[in-house]
């Protein structure tokens, strides 16, 4: 079954029904929303998009609505669909009563397309419009996300996915499904979204999370299934400070089969119990639902520590898989499969050593970055062609998942050797109170590139840089100012 968000009971059963609301670029949709035609240029199609920030009702639950700030008038914002080479053209407005920007996270496109104010473009202001026009050159799950106010902004729905995919990536499984995991808060007196600096500083510091979680945009929705026919599940962590920790209730043994993550397909699949998302990361999995005609499969969150205080983190139920009340399916599936990935070669690679901290200063808490405050935090200075080792040392008591915008890089274990099975990342997880590595190398996309904490409070409060790539570069960078507060 190859269609978009899935928002209510799917079939399942490996028919194709019909495409649901939401998704964009893989079949005509009305001038209105989407326009697909062939170009007769070097890439293969080009794709438009209309997609407008505004307030919209939606209904997150059965009865239940909340005003929340939406793409195109729905949570999540569209599913749009390519084909790698493809060219997007999106022509965005803004309705939305503050400023904003559309970031499409993980993707190496031109930095004047990467929606960060001061850096690639000006902000869209309420009534103004933005064209972007970009080759999408890699295959995989992205997503697309505010730059101005982001937590604010991202928390209160501005979020979508964008699914490139490879016609050819030989993984032959015709069910799949795409998953936005996202999570928001609502005042359970008035039903109003709840105020953007709930719990203070405090709250900073943690990462505020929702009290409602969500999958594509609603709660606790169910998909049917076949037993026995496997899924291909394509998820993002969309969530401003949630992790997801996905657990089958049902299912014994290793169930997911995890074949990719954020720069598309891995080295070789892996076989896995759980499978934890933190915000900003994707997941390409293969799932195989098994039970009992007519039985149910409870797929869950369990509570993830990721620092101090994730004790309180309840149990998040998400949704539910209904197997049809027929005899399982015997199908074969195919775990040989393999992504030629090579090593970046560390030889000459400039180090680079980032240490975050947590302070308290003049009745305020702060993230820090090497003990410098937000506001006199210096870009990262590199060069089309260079080689970066980065080392973070996090010295705080939580976890920050680090995204690095416009640029893949690749993990490295304590031994300065690539993890395996080897894999391209833009966001990766931090644990609290230890160290991580990862090694990058720049192409010629010069330009002002964004590096953050993507539970998005506490890039707010301070962890948030710029990698300046440049031929020629400053003696001396400057410090950041991007307009991210309340």
Same mark, same amino acid.
């Given at each position: 079954? #190859?269609?978009?968000?899935?928002?209510?009971?799917?079939?399942?059963?490996?028919? #194709?029904?019909?495409?649901?609301?939401?998704?964009?670029?893989?079949?005509?949709?009305?001038?209105?929303?989407?326009?697909?035609?062939?170009?007769?240029?070097?890439?293969?199609?080009?794709?438009?998009?209309?997609?407008?920030?505004? $307030?919209?009702?939606?209904?997150?639950?059965?009865?239940?609505?909340?005003?929340?700030?939406?793409?195109?008038?729905?949570?999540?914002?569209?599913?749009?669909? !390519?084909?790698?080479?493809? #060219?997007?053209?999106?022509?965005?407005?803004?309705?939305?009563?503050?400023?904003?920007?559309?970031?499409?996270?993980?993707?190496? $496109?031109?930095?004047? +397309?990467?929606?960060?104010?001061?850096?690639?473009? @000006?902000?869209?202001?309420?009534?103004?419009?933005?064209?972007?026009?970009?080759?999408?050159?890699?295959?995989?799950?992205?997503?697309?996300?505010?730059?101005? +106010?982001?937590?604010?902004?991202?928390?209160?729905?501005?979020?979508?996915?964008?699914?490139?995919?490879?016609?050819?990536?030989?993984?032959?499984?015709?069910?799949?499904?795409?998953?936005?995991?996202?999570?928001?808060?609502?005042?359970?007196?008035?039903? *109003?979204?709840?105020?953007?600096?709930?719990?203070?500083?405090?709250? +900073?510091?943690?990462?505020?999370?929702?009290?409602?979680?969500?999958?594509?945009? #609603?709660?606790?929705?169910?998909?049917?299934?076949?037993?026995?026919?496997?899924?291909?599940?394509?998820?993002?962590?969309?969530?401003?400070?949630?992790?997801? *920790?996905?657990?089958?209730?049902?299912?014994?043994?290793?169930?997911?089969?995890?074949?990719?993550?954020?720069?598309?397909?891995?080295?070789? =699949? !892996?076989?896995?119990?759980?499978?934890?998302?933190?915000?900003?990361?994707?997941?390409?999995?293969?799932?195989?639902?098994?039970?009992?005609?007519?039985?149910?499969?409870?797929?869950?969150?369990?509570?993830?520590?990721?620092?101090?205080?994730?004790?309180? $983190? =309840?149990?998040?139920?998400?949704?539910?898989?209904?197997?049809?009340?027929? @005899?399982?399916?015997?199908?074969?599936?195919?775990?040989?499969?393999?992504?030629?990935?090579? =090593?970046?070669?560390?030889?000459?690679?400039?180090?680079?050593?980032?240490?975050?901290?947590?302070?308290?200063?003049?009745?305020?808490?702060?993230?820090?970055?090497?003990?410098?405050?937000?506001?006199? !935090?210096?870009?990262?200075?590199?060069?089309?062609?260079?080689?970066?080792?980065?080392?973070?040392?996090?010295?705080?008591?939580?976890?920050?998942? $680090?995204?690095?915008?416009?640029?893949?890089? *690749?993990?490295?274990?304590?031994?300065?050797?690539?993890?395996?099975?080897?894999?391209?990342?833009?966001?990766?997880?931090?644990?609290?109170?230890?160290?991580?590595?990862?090694?990058?190398?720049?192409?010629?996309?010069?330009?002002?590139?964004?590096?953050?904490?993507?539970?998005?409070?506490?890039?707010?409060?301070?962890? +948030?840089?710029?990698?300046?790539?440049?031929?020629?570069?400053?003696?001396?960078?400057?410090?950041?100012?991007?307009?991210?507060?309340h």
């Open positions: 079954m #190859r269609h978009g968000y899935l928002q209510v009971a799917g079939t399942g059963t490996g028919g #194709r029904p019909p495409r649901p609301r939401g998704s964009v670029g893989a079949a005509p949709l009305s001038p209105l929303i989407c326009l697909f035609f062939f170009a007769s240029t070097a890439f293969a199609n080009t794709v438009e998009v209309k997609l407008e920030a505004k $307030i919209a009702k939606v209904e997150y639950a059965p009865g239940q609505e909340v005003e929340a700030w939406t793409y195109n008038g729905d949570l999540p914002g569209p599913l749009i669909r !390519v084909k790698v080479g493809d #060219r997007l053209v999106v022509h965005f407005t803004n309705n939305l009563p503050k400023p904003t920007t559309v970031h499409w996270h993980g993707l190496r $496109i031109p930095i004047q +397309m990467d929606g960060v104010p001061g850096h690639s473009q @000006p902000e869209v202001q309420p009534g103004g419009s933005f064209t972007y026009d970009f080759v999408v050159p890699d295959a995989g799950l992205f997503w697309y996300h505010p730059h101005v +106010m982001s937590a604010t902004q991202v928390g209160y729905g501005l979020y979508g996915a964008l699914l490139v995919e490879d016609p050819n990536d030989g993984i032959g499984v015709e069910d799949e499904h795409v998953f936005v995991l996202s999570d928001i808060g609502i005042n359970d007196d008035n039903g *109003q979204l709840e105020s953007p600096d709930a719990g203070g500083q405090l709250g +900073m510091a943690f990462g505020r999370e929702g009290n409602h979680v969500l999958v594509n945009g #609603r709660e606790r929705t169910t998909i049917k299934a076949r037993a026995g026919v496997p899924q291909r599940w394509r998820i993002v962590n969309a969530a401003k400070s949630k992790y997801f *920790q996905l657990d089958l209730v049902e299912m014994t043994g290793d169930p997911f089969i995890v074949i990719g993550g954020d720069g598309g397909l891995q080295e070789y =699949p !892996v076989k896995q119990q759980t499978v934890v998302i933190a915000p900003g990361e994707r997941v390409d999995a293969i799932v195989t639902p098994n039970g009992a005609p007519g039985s149910e499969i409870h797929v869950r969150s369990l509570p993830f520590n990721r620092g101090y205080g994730s004790d309180y $983190i =309840p149990i998040a139920e998400l949704f539910t898989i209904a197997l049809a009340d027929s @005899p399982p399916a015997v199908a074969s599936l195919d775990l040989s499969l393999s992504r030629s990935i090579k =090593p970046i070669d560390p030889a000459g690679a400039t180090p680079v050593h980032m240490g975050f901290t947590l302070v308290q200063a003049d009745r305020t808490i702060e993230y820090r970055i090497n003990d410098v405050p937000a506001a006199r !935090v210096k870009s990262i200075l590199a060069t089309p062609g260079e080689t970066q080792i980065w080392t973070i040392t996090n010295q705080t008591k939580w976890s920050h998942p $680090i995204h690095l915008h416009g640029f893949f890089f *690749q993990v490295l274990d304590k031994n300065g050797e690539p993890v395996r099975p080897l894999a391209w990342k833009d966001t990766v997880d931090v644990p609290f109170e230890q160290t991580l590595s990862f090694v990058v190398k720049y192409d010629d996309r010069q330009g002002s590139w964004m590096f953050h904490c993507h539970v998005l409070d506490h890039a707010e409060g301070g962890l +948030m840089t710029t990698v300046e790539l440049r031929a020629t570069p400053a003696p001396e960078s400057k410090p950041v100012h991007v307009k991210h507060t």
